[in-house]
């Protein structure tokens, strides 16, 4: 069945470095690809998307780009900063349509001062 | 615009009693919905989804039930409630018409004692 997986937290960084969450997905086909963010005691956000193989997907200085090759979809930030404290999940939803999305497990990020 | 309301924001309640969790959407019209429950340090479980007015799909055996009796309104419930129904849980909602991201609710937060 689909599925996606996403590096193990938790992420800790200072403000200012660079950011990257690995997120690999099983699924047939060209899914719909997505990143959101879970700020502490929220609901999720939807932070960028991603709908065929090479779109890249932007949002507050976040990229991922759809990688049908290695079917990847990496999250990237070049600068970070501390209100990006975060849990990040990675998401698809199945060629075609489907009901549901897929998730990953989360990925905690800790941006220190 | 698409807004959602998910009510209430934290519930205590004791073990064996009931449940109703709300959920209305707003702006659109024949939205799918979900319900996912979110354990402490945990990934997302998709439990219920509802493609129409009193259809749903159950993901994942247990004592919730889910119902939709309007086409906007979605409603998690329980007539027991268990230790273990304790998390974080989060409304959503996509469109049936474009099969791409789901919106979600900012969460309740419900502890059983």
């Known amino acids: 069945g689909d599925s996606v997986t996403q590096m193990e937290g938790p992420v800790t960084l200072s403000e200012e470095a660079f950011l990257t969450i690995n997120c690999t997905y099983t699924?047939?086909?060209?899914?719909?690809l997505f990143w959101y963010v879970q700020y502490p005691g929220e609901g999720l956000q939807l932070l960028l998307k991603?709908?065929?193989?090479?779109d890249k997907g932007s949002n507050k200085g976040f990229e991922a780009t759809y990688r049908k090759e290695t079917t990847s979809f990496h999250l990237e930030k070049g600068s970070v900063q501390v209100s990006d404290s975060a849990v990040y999940f990675c998401?698809?939803?199945?060629?075609?349509?489907?009901?549901?999305?897929?998730f990953g497990k989360g990925t905690k990020l800790t941006v220190n001062p | 615009s698409q807004t959602i309301h998910q009510w209430p924001a934290t519930l205590v309640q004791p073990v064996g009693s009931p449940l109703s969790l709300e959920c209305t959407v707003e702006?659109?019209?024949?939205?799918?919905l979900y319900w996912y429950r979110q354990a402490a340090g945990r990934g997302l479980q998709l439990l219920f989804y509802?493609?129409?007015?009193?259809?749903i799909s159950s993901e994942v055996p247990q004592n919730l039930s889910a119902s939709r009796p309007q086409d906007r309104q979605f409603i998690l419930s329980s007539k027991k409630l268990l230790l273990s129904d304790s998390g974080f849980y989060l409304c959503?909602?996509?469109?049936?018409?474009?099969?791409?991201?789901?919106?979600f609710g900012q969460g309740t937060r419900l502890t059983v004692v």
């Open positions: 959503a909602w996509s469109d049936y018409r474009v099969w791409t991201e789901a919106f």
């Open positions: 699924a047939t086909g060209y899914p719909s």
């Open positions: 991603a709908t065929k193989a090479d």
């Open positions: 998401a698809l939803r199945p060629q075609g349509g489907s009901e549901k999305l897929v």
């Open positions: 702006g659109t019209s024949n939205p799918n």
């Open positions: 509802s493609v129409g007015i009193g259809q």
